[in-house]
Every structure is written in C-alpha cells, then in structure tokens.
C-alpha cells in the first residue's frame, strides 16, 4: 500500500510541476523578471565562481576524452563504486521499519500457568509506583495497568502503559526509558516482566514492540515441544534477544474427570448429567437474563468460590439417577491431575508451536533470523517444518516487493528512456547513474548509523528519477549539437559545460529539499530521517561523479549509435540530392 501512495504522490507531483513550469513559469517570468543591470555582489560572485568551475570542468574534459587511461579510471571508478555499494549492501543491519519513538511505553506481565487473579493483581500494584515515578519527574503524562492483560487476557498476565510526555519536553527516548524501566523491573521473580516500545505498524491490542517469532509445525505437539528445546536454550543464552518464550507450556494444572461408563450405567447417570453439574458448579451456566436500567444483564448459576477450590470439592458434589435419587459424584467418575497448556495452536491445519522473542537494542529481525536459522539447523531434519510469522514475516514479504518495485522501476525508465533516445546505448549510458546514486545513498545510511528497512528502500527507489536527470540533461544536449553536425568530442564537451549549472542547481535543490527530513526531531523522525539520508546523500554523490562517468562512457559509446534526427538528416539529404543531382556528395552525420 505505501507503493501505491508513493507512486501517486510522486506522478501527481511531476505532472502538475511539468504543466505550471511550461505554463505559468513562462507567464510569471515574463511579468515579474527584470534584465539585471550588473547584479549584486552575491550574484556577481557566484557568477564568477561558476565561470572558473566551468572553465576548469571544460578543460578536464578535454584531456579526460578519448584517452584510454581515462577511460579505464572511469571504468576501476565503477567497479569500485559498485563493490562498496555491494559491501555496504551487506554490512548494513536490515529490519523492516526504523525504530520511532511513538510516545509510549508498553509493559507485559506473565505470571506463572495457573495463576489467578488476585495474584497477578499484586504484581501489577507493586508495578504501579514504578510507573509513578516517571508521571512525577514530568516524563510521562499518565500511566495505565490493567489486570488481566488488555485484549481479554488470561488471569495470569497484565498490561501496563506508560504515556509519555511531548517530545519537546523530554530529553530522553521511549526506547531509553524502556531500557531504564527493564534494569528496575529484573529482580521481579513472581513474574516474567518486559518494558518495549510498540513498532511502528503495531495496530491496537497490548502486543510490545518488535520482535521475531518463529513457528514450527508438526504431526503432534509434544515432538514439537521437544525440537525447540535446544533453540529456547540458544536463545535464552543470546544478548540480543529478550524473554525468549513459546507459546506452548504443558505446566497448567489440569483436572481430568472420567467417567466410569459401568459405574455411571448400573446407577442410571448419563454422561449429560454429570458435564451439566460440573459446568454448573465449577464453570458456570447462564440461566436466565434481566433487564435494568434499560441494559440486559445474564444471570449465572455457579457454586461459591470457597467451594470450588480444591478436587476435595468433588466430593461435595451430587448427581441425579435416572430414578431421581441422588449418588456422591465421586462415586461414577474418577480425578487425576496433570500439566497441560492452555492453547493448541495450528497453523495450514498442523499442529504449531511459536518461539518467539523481543529484540534488544542494536540487536535486528535479520540478526534474530539468521540465529534462529542457525539453531535450527542444528536439530533433526525432516519431522517439523518452519514459518516465520509478524515483522520477520511482513519484511521478507516487504523485501521481495521492494527488489519487485526497484526492478521495475528499473526496467521502465530505461525503456522510456530507450523509446526517446531511438537507441539503447543512450539509455544504458545514462542508466550507469543510477548505481552511483544507490552507492550514495547507502553511504549516508552508513553514516547516519541507520539501516536497511522499508523507508531505506523507498529513499533508493526515488534515487533512480534523481539520478537519471543528470544524465539526460547532458547526453539530451549532446545529441542535439551532434544533429547540428558538431563531431562527439566537441558535443559532448559543450553540452557538459552548458549543463553544469543546471545539474549543480537541481541537485542543490533536491538535496538541500530533503535537509528538512534529515534533521527532523519528534513524532515520525525515523522514517522521514532515513529517507531524507538516502536522497541527500544520493543526490550529492550522484552528481559529483555523474560530471565525469556520463561524459566519458558516452565518449566512448556514441561511435557506435547514431543522433536521435540521423535517418531524418540522411532523407533530407537524399532529398536534396534529387532536386540538385550535379551537388556534392553529403558529409555523413555521426
């Protein structure tokens, strides 16, 4: 979907700017602009600076051209520039959105399988002078706790939230003081107790930050449980990863009830009978509903706590015979106590189990990945298989429809290109840009200490129409002095030098237009950072070495592909030449 908006966002924007500028601007020039009578000393200054640019810029040109060393210069540049790209491709952390500080604070409590209501309670009542601490030193307006956890939670888990203060007025990060809150939480023992920053697509629930989940599908649930034993080990040993956990713990207290068929038959108890009065007495059953205040309200039949307590209280407990008379339920059924889990979790209709864990920071959804992939490895193979699920999910499917959309993108700007041209030597020339502009912009990414994440990835995409402008404004221009019958060495000089401006003025423009983006502070600042890095990096880089890759490669290239007006210059040669026969011979056009 953000391809989408992208896309109509930046087309929008190119077709309104390509009519006002062939429409309006020429109106308003002509209304507003003035002849300058000498200038001003700005003005005149960096006249004079672009002249000496320009004149030193034409003379590198003329002993860069046509000399092989300099042609293998540019080539080695190339090269180089695309194995730093390659390297820095790879030595940079890839996840799926940049970290964002969004304001709040998330804290999830899971008491031990079995744990009731009022234990939980007291853990969370001793979380909330935690949580006051930073209400009363201005860092957070309110706080939240919640008992059991948002979402319809069982009773063994609980939510806090902690609602930070404005951006501007705090100085430390949601993600710092999670970190903080985790150092205060650690000697909590009656509970598993986590602090996390919400991601940036989390979408309501009381679900925490980012964080990698794997799932392994199987036959049956204990074979699974058993596999994942050595990866829950490795990861709990891992300084990156945080609360490793899984979704399936066979250690809640289960009471099994069966029923003596022979039994429950010679006194006439039918089975019906019996789970009515468990579900009565132990769960409960809703009989009846009345109506208050204009609310419906259900009545619930169920026996009092302190009587469901224990399995000594089946004892207590009778059912009817088919004769009417009562008989102990215990005399029909018999109790046995094990562990179990609370929920069996399938997954394309296979048994599955979830490893799942938070990230700590400097610690990626591609590093979790690639350890757990490791772990993995290790054990039998054959009887489980693996799927991830959440962010590790969303960014392999966002990754392959980035590299989709970068492809095309591609793709379609040389074709274009290509159908202008009337060539595809042109087009491939101008194209050499676009790896420099990447190279670019993975360079700010490095510099900025930032990642490989969607927004990175968004920032590339829009490089490809950034750089290729470069390009096209010197070899557009030098293909029309070669249709003016000027030689490739002197095109290509000319058309550098009176580009020179223009490449320097728009990349300023593009590149000090994304400034704003790279010094954004507060709500969102991740996302709009990244991209601002990627486009100002890209767009300086990408001009520096444009000024030199295009001109010589081109040099070399055009030799071998004719100017766009060739076939029209030779018809109306041929043309002429019929109406004047005796005439001289045409020069043929490069």
Known sequence: ??????????????????????????????????????GGWLARRVDRGMDALKDSYS???????????????VAALIGLVGLGAFAMFKILPSELVPQEDRGRVQVRVAGPEGAGFDYTRRIMMGLEPILAEYKANGEADSYLISAPGFGGGSYNSGNGVLILADWSKRERTADEIAKELNGKL???????????????????????????????????YEPIYQWLQPILAAAQENPGLSRPRLNYEPNAP??????????????????????????????????????????????????ERDNRRSVGDLEALYVRTGGGSLVPLS????????????????????????????????????????????????????????????AARDQQEAGGAVAFAFGMALLLVFLVLAA??????????????????????????????????????????????????????????????RDQGRSIREAIIESSALRLRPII??????????????????????????????????????????????????????????????????????????????????????
């Open 59 to 73: 003379r590198s040109l003329d002993m860069m051209l046509g000399r092989r060393i300099a042609v293998i210069g």
């Open 186 to 220: 650690r000697g909590q023992t009656d509970a598993q107790v986590n602090a996390s920053t919400p991601g940036a697509f989390q979408r309501g629930g009381g679900g925490g930050g980012t964080g990698v989940e794997m799932i392994v599908t199987g036959s049956e």
């Open 254 to 303: 289960r009471l099994l009830v069966d029923v003596d068929p022979e039994r429950a038959a010679g006194l006439g108890v039918s089975s019906q009978e019996i789970g009515r009065t468990l579900e009565t007495m132990f769960g409960s059953r809703r009989v009846t509903t009345y109506i208050k205040g204009g609310q419906e309200y259900d009545v619930l039949l169920q026996t």
């Open 331 to 390: 005399s029909v059924v018999e109790t046995q106590t094990s562990g179990d889990t609370p929920d069996r979790r399938r997954l394309d209709r296979q048994r599955a189990i979830s490893l799942q864990a938070d990230l700590n920071d400097g610690y990626t959804i591609t590093d979790a990945v690639e350890f757990l992939r490791a772990e993995a490895a290790k054990q039998p193979q054959g009887a489980v298989a693996i799927q991830w699920g959440g």
């Open 420 to 481: 202008q041209f009337e060539s595809w030597i042109t087009p491939a020339v101008i194209m050499l840009t676009v790896p420099l502009a990447a190279a670019g912009g993975l360079f700010g990414l490095l510099m900025a200490g930032s990642s490989l994440n969607l927004y990175s990835q968004i920032g590339l995409i829009i490089l490809i129409g950034v750089a290729a402008k470069n390009g096209i404004l010197i070899v557009e221009f030098a293909n029309q002095l």
């Open 1 to 38: 979907r953000l391809f989408v908006e992208l896309a109509v966002a930046i087309a929008a924007a190119i077709a309104f700017s390509a009519f006002l500028a062939l429409s309006l601007s020429p109106m308003l020039a002509s209304k507003i602009l003035k002849p300058a009578e000498g």
């Open 505 to 590: 003025m728009t990349s300023i423009a593009t590149a000090f237009g994304a400034l704003p983006l790279v010094l954004w502070h507060g709500a969102g600042a991740g996302s709009r950072q990244t991209i601002g890095v990627v486009i100002f990096f890209g767009a300086i880089f990408s001009t520096v070495l444009t000024l030199f890759v295009v001109p010589v490669i081109y040099g070399v290239l055009a030799r071998f592909t004719k100017s766009p007006e060739y076939t029209a210059r030779k018809i109306e040669e041929w043309e002429a030449q019929e109406v004047s026969p005796n005439g001289p011979a045409p020069a043929p056009a490069e």
